[in-house]
């Protein structure tokens, strides 16, 4: 009997021990595990048999010392029946379910049994309880959601009324609740879709006796202007008016609710930017410029940016309320990166200006816009270097851009082409007319990384022709001209340049290039190298081409006009780089033998007073040898030289003089004596002796009167001055057209 009773006893334990082991911390899926049997249904192994999911807490307790004689009773009375087993499976099983599905059911204080053998993982009953618990949280929010728009909707005729009392105290509590219900999503709906309640707050806001009520009723505008139809209930309710006001008013908050309020409005509502100008809210807006709040003043910019865009009217308001002070001192003085883009968002618009350019120069924004060119946002660098090129040719005589200078020079090597536009057309106007300038970005390598930018240029005339008119101008007229013009050389910059005369011919391009080749031919060391790359032969193509489309237009009494240049303009600068060129006694033979002196002795005929000047000019380089002197002559170049013997052009009659000198040295003694006495009276009337000692004392070399002129050198090509120097608005290229292009009007009113 007792042996009976002690394996019975070893059985349960191992029973138990197994459960503890496998059975408790089985996964529970597709197992038995968690099953327990509910005794309560039927005794038949049916579909009527409930079998519901549980897992055991914990083990029986069973002793490990059991006495021989009482072990057996001992073990049994430590085990729990079966019977309480299922019951303690069932009760924890409705707890879990009741406890995942529905929490809030539960007794304070009361918990579920855990489960998990790890708690850091949901159990089965919770997983399946994540769908239930976001629906039952959806139904909730549906209910409040409905039960915020039945409130709202009763309250809204009463605060409609409230609002509109003689009492002052009556409309700063009702603002206060109408304020409160615009922060619920439903109630803020209703409030919109009631223009009654809308036009209430305006008028509320309009007539408000203390702050506070103000404050409230802006709020509640400003919680309204995030849904469209909120926009639209404030447009119709005249709320514009009405938020201008409010931006002189000496509370924060409401100022920061009324511009925030219309900067929603200009943003998405139609017709809202007329609305503001009419309330004469750039005139409200511009002093705001004085506060101190970044946030703030990024909104107030965007609003500037927003009204004065492709408005000239709204960009004069600015200027005449001290806008580009303003707005180049916030460039000046902050590092908030939000509000410096807006600012140079205005700043860029403003800079098409003819008038806001000038002011915005003076007030220091070339200075101010150059502090953020080394900075990390591309988006701000790229608005500098747009708003520093339109205003550009206006800051030629600025001083202290230095710093600028050195900044574009470095810049040159970027491979973003819309950077590279940008700095090669800087460059190009703030080194017209300014020797120091030019000085400066010479000796900041300037040169070479211009010669490096038209290599990588290729075929983008938006680069090439800022960069060539910027090399044209570094290399005349400054201390260091004759360093820039042997730097281009010793860059390998002289084939580069050539090249650009090729086909297909784009005008300004041609244009510029011309007017550098002629600076480049000013030194001796030069000659040879443009010989090698065919410079010559190609102005000599461009010159008749040009030539020949002059003439068929000349019956019209129109000029010819190719990519905005005029060809009378490649005439001339063809004919003064030849000019320059044929000081090279080589270089003279090579343009004689391509048959052009019977069209420099067409171009004598010309109306165009430069055309006679350098044409006039090549011929007396060329007369020096004895055969083209010849040629001249047998062209009939004499009387045309006789007349401009007389001309008011200093210039034109020194050159006629001089030819006409060279070709009749192998003339009888009469008619050199004939031409001698011409030539005393029409340029040395008033001295009759100084013709002597001139063509006596100083024989007519070459260098002297070529070099007496250069400094003197016309303005070829931009006779059209200053309107012209005009830039493109850029109101046309704003971030909503990134890929802005160089405009080929842009002018660069340099000598050559």
């Given at each position: 009997?007792?042996?009976?009773?002690?394996?019975?006893?070893?059985?349960?334990?191992?029973?138990?021990?197994?459960?503890?082991?496998?059975?408790?911390?089985?996964?529970g899926?597709?197992?038995?595990?968690?099953?327990?049997?509910?005794?309560?249904?039927?005794?038949?192994?049916?579909?009527?048999?409930?079998?519901?999911?549980?897992?055991?807490?914990?083990?029986?307790?069973?002793?490990?010392?059991?006495?021989?004689?009482?072990?057996?009773?001992?073990?049994?009375?430590?085990?729990?029946?079966?019977t309480?087993?299922?019951?303690?499976?069932?009760?924890?099983?409705?707890?879990?379910?009741?406890?995942?599905?529905?929490?809030?059911?539960?007794?304070?204080?009361?918990?579920?049994?855990?489960?998990?053998?790890?708690?850091?993982?949901?159990?089965n009953?919770?997983?399946?309880?994540?769908?239930?618990?976001?629906?039952?949280?959806?139904?909730?929010?549906?209910?409040?959601?409905?039960?915020?728009?039945?409130?709202?909707?009763?309250?809204?005729?009463?605060?409609?009324?409230?609002?509109?009392?003689e009492?002052?105290?009556?409309?700063n509590?009702?603002?206060?609740?109408?304020?409160?219900?615009?922060?619920?999503?439903?109630?803020?709906?209703?409030?919109?879709?009631?223009?009654?309640?809308?036009?209430?707050?305006?008028?509320?806001?309009?007539?408000?006796?203390?702050?506070?009520?103000?404050?409230?009723?802006?709020?509640?505008?400003?919680?309204?202007?995030?849904?469209r139809?909120?926009?639209?209930?404030?447009?119709?309710?005249?709320?514009?008016?009405?938020?201008?006001?409010m931006?002189?008013s000496?509370v924060?908050?409401?100022?920061?609710?009324?511009?925030?309020?219309?900067?929603?409005?200009?943003?998405?509502?139609?017709?809202?930017?007329?609305?503001?100008?009419l309330?004469?809210?750039?005139?409200?807006?511009v002093?705001?410029?004085?506060?101190?709040?970044?946030?703030?003043?990024?909104?107030?910019?965007?609003?500037?940016?927003?009204?004065?865009?492709?408005?000239?009217?709204?960009?004069?308001?600015?200027?005449?309320?001290?806008?580009p002070?303003?707005?180049?001192?916030?460039?000046?003085?902050?590092?908030?990166?939000?509000?410096?883009?807006?600012t140079?968002?205005?700043?860029?618009?403003?800079?098409?200006?003819?008038?806001?350019?000038?002011?915005?120069?003076?007030?220091?924004?070339m200075?101010?816009?150059?502090?953020?060119?080394?900075?990390?946002?591309?988006?701000?660098?790229?608005?500098?270097?747009?708003?520093?090129?339109?205003?550009?040719?206006?800051?030629?005589?600025?001083?202290?851009?230095?710093?600028?200078?050195?900044?574009?020079?470095?810049?040159?090597?970027?491979?973003?082409?819309?950077?590279?536009?940008?700095?090669?057309?800087?460059?190009?106007?703030?080194?017209?007319?300014?020797?120091?300038?030019?000085?400066?970005?010479?000796?900041?390598?300037?040169v070479?990384?211009?010669?490096?930018?038209?290599?990588?240029?290729?075929?983008?005339?938006?680069?090439?022709?800022?960069?060539?008119?910027?090399?044209?101008?570094?290399?005349?007229?400054h201390?260091?001209?004759?360093?820039?013009?042997?730097?281009?050389?010793?860059?390998?910059?002289?084939?580069?340049?050539?090249?650009?005369?090729?086909?297909?011919?784009?005008?300004?391009?041609?244009?510029?290039?011309?007017?550098?080749?002629?600076n480049?031919?000013?030194?001796?060391?030069?000659?040879a190298?443009?010989?090698?790359?065919?410079?010559?032969?190609?102005?000599?193509?461009?010159?008749?081409?040009?030539?020949?489309?002059?003439?068929?237009?000349?019956?019209?009494?129109?000029?010819?006009?190719?990519?905005?240049?005029?060809?009378?303009?490649?005439?001339?600068?063809?004919?003064?780089?030849?000019?320059?060129?044929?000081?090279?006694?080589?270089?003279?033979?090579?343009?004689?033998?391509?048959?052009?002196?019977?069209?420099?002795?067409?171009?004598?005929?010309?109306?165009?007073?430069?055309?006679?000047?350098?044409?006039?000019?090549?011929?007396?380089?060329?007369?020096?040898?004895?055969?083209?002197?010849?040629?001249?002559?047998?062209?009939?170049?004499?009387?045309?030289?006789?007349?401009?013997?007389?001309?008011?052009?200093?210039?034109?009659?020194?050159?006629?003089?001089?030819?006409?000198?060279?070709?009749?040295?192998?003339?009888?003694?009469?008619?050199?004596?004939?031409?001698?006495?011409?030539?005393?009276?029409?340029?040395?009337?008033?001295?009759?002796?100084?013709?002597?000692?001139?063509?006596?004392?100083?024989?007519?070399?070459?260098?002297?009167?070529?070099?007496?002129?250069?400094?003197?050198?016309?303005?070829?090509g931009?006779?059209?001055?200053?309107?012209?120097?005009?830039?493109?608005?850029?109101?046309?290229?704003?971030?909503?057209i990134?890929?802005?292009?160089?405009?080929?009007?842009?002018?660069?009113?340099?000598?050559?």
């Amino acid at each position: 009997m007792m042996s009976m009773q002690m394996s019975e006893a070893d059985s349960v334990v191992k029973v138990a021990e197994w459960q503890q082991t496998y059975y408790a911390s089985d996964s529970g899926i597709q197992s038995g595990a968690t099953t327990v049997r509910d005794d309560e249904s039927s005794t038949e192994y049916s579909s009527s048999k409930k079998y519901t999911g549980s897992t055991i807490a914990s083990a029986p307790t069973v002793p490990t010392n059991a006495s021989a004689g009482g072990g057996g009773d001992t073990a049994a009375g430590g085990l729990e029946s079966p019977t309480d087993l299922d019951a303690q499976y069932s009760l924890t099983r409705a707890q879990r379910v009741r406890a995942a599905m529905f929490p809030e059911t539960l007794v304070e204080g009361e918990a579920a049994m855990p489960v998990q053998s790890d708690p850091s993982q949901q159990s089965n009953v919770q997983r399946l309880a994540e769908p239930s618990q976001l629906l039952k949280t959806a139904i909730v929010h549906l209910i409040n959601y409905q039960d915020d728009a039945e409130l709202a909707t009763r309250a809204v005729p009463e605060l409609t009324k409230l609002l509109a009392d003689e009492d002052p105290v009556v409309v700063n509590k009702a603002a206060m609740i109408v304020n409160q219900l615009t922060r619920k999503e439903a109630s803020r709906r209703v409030l919109v879709q009631s223009p009654a309640m809308v036009g209430a707050v305006v008028r509320a806001m309009t007539t408000a006796v203390d702050m506070e009520t103000a404050r409230c009723a802006a709020s509640v505008l400003h919680s309204l202007s995030h849904q469209r139809e909120g926009l639209l209930a404030i447009f119709k309710s005249g709320g514009i008016p009405a938020l201008v006001r409010m931006l002189s008013s000496p509370v924060e908050s409401v100022l920061f609710y009324a511009i925030t309020t219309l900067h929603n409005l200009l943003l998405h509502q139609e017709g809202a930017k007329m609305a503001v100008r009419l309330a004469d809210g750039l005139q409200r807006m511009v002093p705001l410029l004085k506060k101190s709040n970044p946030k703030f003043l990024a909104i107030t910019t965007d609003c500037l940016q927003l009204l004065s865009y492709g408005n000239q009217e709204s960009k004069l308001i600015i200027l005449a309320n001290g806008g580009p002070e303003g707005l180049v001192f916030i460039m000046r003085n902050y590092n908030y990166e939000k509000l410096l883009w807006t600012t140079s968002r205005v700043l860029k618009v403003l800079s098409v200006c003819p008038s806001n350019k000038p002011a915005i120069v003076e007030a220091g924004g070339m200075q101010a816009l150059g502090q953020h060119l080394t900075g990390s946002s591309q988006r701000l660098i790229q608005n500098c270097l747009w708003t520093l090129r339109n205003l550009s040719d206006a800051a030629t005589k600025q001083e202290g851009l230095d710093g600028l200078l050195q900044i574009l020079v470095t810049q040159l090597g970027s491979d973003d082409v819309n950077m590279l536009t940008c700095a090669t057309g800087i460059l190009s106007n703030l080194t017209c007319n300014n020797s120091r300038n030019k000085t400066l970005v010479t000796q900041y390598g300037g040169v070479e990384a211009l010669i490096h930018a038209v290599l990588r240029a290729g075929e983008k005339e938006d680069v090439a022709e800022p960069a060539v008119c910027a090399l044209r101008h570094l290399t005349s007229r400054h201390q260091d001209a004759e360093l820039a013009q042997n730097a281009v050389r010793l860059h390998y910059g002289i084939p580069a340049v050539v090249k650009l005369l090729g086909q297909p011919h784009y005008w300004p391009v041609v244009k510029a290039t011309v007017g550098l080749i002629r600076n480049l031919a000013l030194c001796p060391a030069n000659q040879a190298p443009l010989r090698e790359a065919g410079a010559i032969p190609r102005l000599v193509n461009l010159l008749l081409k040009a030539h020949q489309d002059t003439q068929r237009h000349a019956s019209s009494a129109q000029q010819t006009y190719q990519d905005g240049v005029r060809m009378e303009e490649i005439v001339e600068g063809c004919t003064g780089a030849l000019h320059i060129l044929a000081r090279d006694p080589i270089n003279r033979g090579e343009i004689a033998s391509m048959q052009t002196i019977p069209l420099f002795v067409q171009l004598l005929y010309s109306y165009v007073e430069n055309v006679k000047r350098v044409s006039a000019g090549v011929l007396c380089e060329l007369a020096l040898d004895k055969q083209s002197a010849e040629l001249i002559d047998a062209e009939g170049a004499s009387a045309p030289l006789m007349e401009l013997l007389h001309s008011s052009n200093e210039g034109i009659a020194t050159y006629a003089a001089a030819v006409l000198f060279r070709i009749s040295e192998d003339k009888s003694s009469d008619y050199r004596k004939r031409v001698s006495v011409e030539l005393t009276h029409s340029l040395f009337k008033h001295d009759p002796a100084a013709w002597e000692m001139a063509h006596t004392a100083v024989p007519l070399e070459p260098t002297y009167l070529a070099d007496e002129l250069d400094g003197s050198y016309p303005p070829y090509g931009y006779t059209d001055l200053p309107l012209d120097t005009l830039p493109l608005d850029p109101d046309l290229h704003e971030p909503y057209i990134p890929d802005m292009t160089y405009d080929p009007r842009q002018a660069y009113p340099e000598p050559l």
